[in-house]
């Protein structure tokens, strides 16, 4: 991987600045404070992102690098990879992710796994080297290493570290006693009284030994709860009797009352058929009447005839009579010459006139008299028969009506009594039992078993009561109970967290263990040897062997032979000790060939170190980007007193 070109729009105190790097050995030249260890973070920060996070510093990156004033907090790095792809990284540093363009200039940025706390991963999977990584490897910083009193054992902590675990901050040692510490402060053991695992079993005992007192109160809850609920299932399955018992009584009311209707009615068709028989015996009579009156009117009308026939006879025979009269009256004027007899016998003639009329009138006055009352009486009773049948037809009518309405009734009453109680049987079924049901529906006295039936309900519920304030006088102690429960289950998960976390730690001490062992035996090896190898080049094999063991730690093979702690030799030399093990490490890192970058990691170096060290790494390192920076001239003059070739960039 190359490194060609950084464009900073503004990243703390560097702005508008734009810097072209070349292959090989690169050389950014600035005087201290003019913003070499702020290029660097701007090219991690632009791989990786900016933190908002302190990270154990007194401020954050974000808060440290971004301008004071409204300028545009950003830039651009481009680079290529081993296979030549080129890729160009817009980075606006108030944003999370960055704009990744392809050299086709094609925006590629989602390609990458976006991670939520990390941001686009780009970097990582292009090189698999994390942030952490880079900056403990490729980004060697000489101010990590404060050069005052306490320097030399910094340093060869660091290179035995190193030579130890692969990682110059982690000691093995350190590690293992800080567990322990941790372990004996935070989880205790047998011995120690006041520690947390201690107090936490005495506090165990303590409440198992308070719970089994009030265990006996919890069972006698479970009772209470159990007649609790079997009570509460009688009370419910007597109010469904009860329920059931109502709705049929209800039910039956409603029966007789519809029967009682039909009753009414059919008292009604009762008195309409008495009417009817009375109506036919009045028919009857007034028929009988009736008949006898005709009869009686024909006789008499008859008689009148006879009557009549016999007036006409005798008014014949007076006509004769008054003839005869007239014609005596005619021949006595004629013959007889007495005056006196003649108008005597004259008068005869009037007087018989006169009776002949009163006879006759007064006899058809009677007659007429007579046929007037007995027409009359005779009309009189048709009017009543005809009244009386007109008067029993509609009676008729009306009880036929009648009859077809309480056939009507009754078929719907029985069709809907026997819908409305299988309704309520189908409501119940689940309730209670058919058996039941049949013994309920066939009650004779349904009033009484509802009256047994709240009282058995009453006496249930009174017993309930009684059972809730049983229940009440123990809920104190159940509370404590439940306190103590809950206060045992947090203690013992606390218990089992330590205990796990014992274990954890334990487990852990382990594996570091084992891997440590592991590391002497393989990797430590390793690493003296490339380190032994590498400080052998750099000190121009005035130092040809570097070691590990467990009494002295780091040695060095002198030139006669001698093997020396480290710790006795110069600060110059562990320097260069603790940048060749770093250097020995690259390779091992990735497959891709990243950038070195060195920020005044040569600033303890006389010039015959600087030389060796310069010549080891573009031997050592001439496929790779090496980017220095210095506040000196000494690289730069070194380099062209060796002939070397480099690409300076003054800041």
């Known amino acids: 991987m190359k490194i060609n070109k950084l464009k900073i729009n503004s990243y703390g105190k560097l702005k508008e600045k734009e810097i072209n790097l070349e292959d090989g050995i690169n050389i950014i030249y600035g005087q201290n404070e003019s913003g070499k260890s702020t290029l660097i973070n701007f090219l991690v920060n632009s791989f990786y992102g900016i933190s908002k996070n302190k990270k154990g510093k007194e401020i954050s990156d974000y808060e440290k690098y971004k301008p004071w004033i409204g300028e545009e907090f950003s830039g ?26 392809n050299e086709n200039m094609e925006d590629i940025s989602k390609e990458f796994n976006i991670d939520k706390n990390k941001g686009n991963e780009f970097f990582y999977e292009q090189t698999k080297i994390d942030e952490e990584l ?7 910083n000489q101010n990590e290493v404060k050069l005052e009193s306490q320097t030399q054992n910094f340093l060869i902590q660091k290179i035995a570290n190193l030579s130890q675990t692969g990682d110059d901050n982690t ?33 165990i005992q303590d409440l198992e030994a308070k719970k089994a007192e009030l265990e006996k109160y919890k069972n006698l809850k479970y009772e209470f709860d159990d007649k609790e609920n079997n009570l509460n299932e009688e009370v419910l399955s007597l109010e469904n009797e009860c329920d059931f018992l109502k709705e049929i009584k209800l039910l039956n009311e409603n029966e007789n009352i519809e029967k009682e209707k039909i009753k009414i009615k059919e008292n009604i068709k009762k008195e309409n058929l008495e009417k009817i028989n009375l109506l036919n015996n009045k028919i009857d009579n007034l028929k009988n009447n009736y008949e006898k009156s005709f009869k009686k009117y024909s006789e008499d009308n008859l008689e009148n005839r006879k009557i009549r026939n016999n007036k006409n006879r005798k008014r014949k025979q007076l006509n004769i009579i008054f003839i005869l ?75 036929n009506n009648l009859n077809e309405e309480l056939n009507k009734i009754k078929n719907d009453f029985n069709l809907k009594i026997k ?16 058996n039941r049901i049949n013994d309920l529906i066939n009650l004779e006295n349904i009033n009484f078993e509802i009256e047994k039936v709240q009282k058995e309900i009453n006496d249930k519920k009174l017993k309930l009561h009684t059972l809730e304030l049983d229940k009440r006088n123990i809920e104190p102690n159940l509370y404590s109970l439940s306190k103590i429960e809950e206060e045992l289950v947090n203690n013992n998960e606390k218990m089992l967290a330590l205990r796990n976390l014992n274990l954890s730690m334990n487990f852990a001490k382990e594996i570091l263990t084992d891997s440590y062992e592991k590391m002497k035996n393989s990797v430590t090896p390793k690493f003296t040897e490339n380190l032994s190898n590498n400080i052998s080049k750099i000190t121009d094999k005035k130092y040809n062997k570097v070691m590990f063991n467990e009494d002295n ?29 770093r ?69």
Not at 134 to 140: E, K, N, R, Y
Not at 558 to 573: A, F, K
């Open 76 to 101: 651009k790095v481009e680079y290529e990879l081993d296979n030549k792809e080129k890729f160009e990284i817009y980075r606006d540093f108030n944003k999370k992710n960055p704009k990744i363009f």
């Open 134 to 140: 880079f900056l403990s490897t490729l980004a060697i």
């Open 171 to 203: 000691s093995f040692k350190k590690v293992i006693d800080r567990i322990n510490r941790r372990q004996l402060d935070e989880i205790g053991t047998e011995r120690s009284r006041e520690k947390p695992i201690n107090v936490i079993s005495r506090k």
């Open 325 to 399: 009269l007239i014609l005596i009256n005619i021949l006595q004027f004629i013959f007889i010459k007495n005056n006196i007899f003649k108008f005597t016998f004259l008068l005869t003639v009037p007087v018989f006139l006169i009776i002949y009329y009163f006879l006759i009138n007064n006899k058809n006055k009677k007659i007429k008299d007579k046929e007037a009352i007995e027409k009359n009486n005779f009309e009189k009773v048709n009017l009543e028969l005809i009244n009386l049948e007109n008067e029993k037809k509609i009676i008729e009518d009306s009880l």
């Open 419 to 434: 819908l409305e109680e299988e309704k309520i049987i189908n409501r119940y079924l689940s309730r209670i039992e058919r």
């Open 553 to 581: 730690g780091l040695i060095v093979e002198l030139e006669n032979g001698d093997y020396v702690p480290v710790n006795r030799m110069s600060i110059g030399t562990i320097d260069q000790l603790y940048l060749s093990l």
């Open 583 to 651: 250097l020995s490490m690259i390779n091992e890192m990735s497959n891709e060939k990243v950038p070195i970058l060195l920020d005044e990691s040569f600033a303890f170096y006389d010039d015959e170190r600087l030389k060796n060290i310069l010549l080891y790494l573009n031997s050592e390192f001439r496929d790779r980007q090496i980017i220095i920076f210095t506040c000196t001239n000494r690289e730069k003059e070194i380099l062209n007193l060796l002939g070397m070739k480099y690409n300076l960039t003054n800041l």
